[in-house]
């Protein structure tokens, strides 16, 4: 039973931990009693004379609710993120505490799998490398070096989620040969299902990546994965820069072990690593897949939604669910 903020003489302060989009930013401030956690001078203090007062807190996805803040508000019922990631907030914890934890699946699946197949056919055709060519003045002088085919490539999904799948949609109609890779085959996919990343990896032309980020999957993207894709193949990653061991993909772009990697997700953002940034084989995003303006509106939209739910019912509308992906 999750902590009500119905109960009498229950809180009723929305703390809200990290910047959010500016339209739900101006519908908490207008609709909630809320505290901007990251803008107090001394956020401690804060805590240590207001944790009592908190109802839910609200958060990003990149961001979550650490331990400590968990411990810090004694009443807090619900954590609502802005994302579909949560592996900032164990949600394990949360729910001993009786703490509910929703997220926003769904609305920003389509905008993710665009940018990952954007990303793909870029690294693969050379597009942000071939229009570095044109800028620089290259053209006249020698032809842009042939790239690779997309088109009928053999492509392995790491994760068959909702994003996975709606990658998989995608490139159907790119005449891909799909396989995939899960803890536990996804029941009616006629893809073929491989029990490993190293099995998937060795058996495509092109790595995409959308697990779900967190302990469970930290470094499943390993030298011996990428070894496994081999020097003609492509690594997208789209999911978390957790997931990839990034010391080892450094090696294997600038040792040539893989032919290039498209990126959205890094281990320790911004930071990019030097050797990355130097390569032309690499295709660096600055986590965009759900940035556009309709998708990050109907993040906002179910974020606040579900807070509505909480502080009017005590429930959530997208609770994340109880088998924990890490
Ligand atoms: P989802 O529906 O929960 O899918 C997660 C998938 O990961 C499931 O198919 C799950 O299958 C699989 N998985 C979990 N642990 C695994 C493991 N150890 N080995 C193999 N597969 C594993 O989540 P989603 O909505 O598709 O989102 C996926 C992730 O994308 C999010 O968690 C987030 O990190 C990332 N994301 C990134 C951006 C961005 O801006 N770049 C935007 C949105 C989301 P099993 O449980 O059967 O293993
Ligand atoms: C956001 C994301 O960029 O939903 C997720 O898990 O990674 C992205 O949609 C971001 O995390 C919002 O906080």
């Known amino acids: 039973m999750p902590n009500s903020p119905t109960r009498p003489g229950a809180p009723d302060t929305v703390l809200q931990v990290s910047p959010l989009l500016p339209a739900l930013e101006s519908a908490l401030g207008e609709r909630f009693r809320t505290v901007r956690l990251f803008e107090l001078p001394d956020p401690d203090a804060y805590l240590r004379a207001h944790g009592g007062e908190v109802a839910a807190a609200v958060t990003s996805a990149r961001t979550g609710v650490s331990d400590a803040l968990m411990d810090a508000l004694p009443r807090l019922g619900a954590i609502v993120h802005f994302g579909v990631g949560h592996e900032t907030t164990d949600v394990v914890r949360a729910r001993v505490r009786g ?25 693969v055709r050379r597009l942000s490398a071939a229009d570095r060519y044109v800028r620089a003045g290259a053209w006249g002088a020698a032809p842009f070096p042939l790239a690779d085919r997309v088109s009928g490539k053999r492509v392995g999904i790491l994760g068959l989620g909702r994003i996975g799948r709606a990658v998989a949609r995608r490139l159907e109609g790119f005449g891909a040969d799909l396989a ?51 020097p003609a193949g492509y690594l997208v990653n789209v999911a978390r820069g957790s997931v990839v061991d990034e010391p080892a993909l450094v090696a294997a772009v600038t040792e040539g072990r893989i032919a290039g990697a498209a990126l959205d997700v890094f281990a320790d953002e911004p930071h990019v690593p030097p050797a990355l940034l130097a390569s032309d084989r690499v295709v660096l995003l600055p986590h965009i897949a759900s940035a556009t303006h ?33």
């Open 99 to 123: 703490i509910d934890v929703s997220n926003t699946p769904d609305v920003l699946t389509d905008c993710v799998a665009d940018l990952a197949v954007g990303a793909l056919i870029d690294v």
């Open 180 to 230: 995939y890779c899960t803890r536990t085959p996804v029941p009616g996919v006629t893809h073929r299902h491989l029990p490993s990343a190293e099995a998937l990896a060795e058996a495509c032309d092109a790595l995409v990546v959308t697990v779900a980020g967190g302990r469970g999957t930290r470094g499943l993207v390993s030298a011996k994965v990428l070894d496994a894709l081999g």
């Open 294 to 326: 309709e998708t990050r509106a109907a993040m906002g939209d179910l974020a606040l939604r579900n807070l509505q739910r909480f502080m009017t019912e005590g429930t959530l509308l997208t609770p994340v669910p109880d088998r924990p992906a890490h």
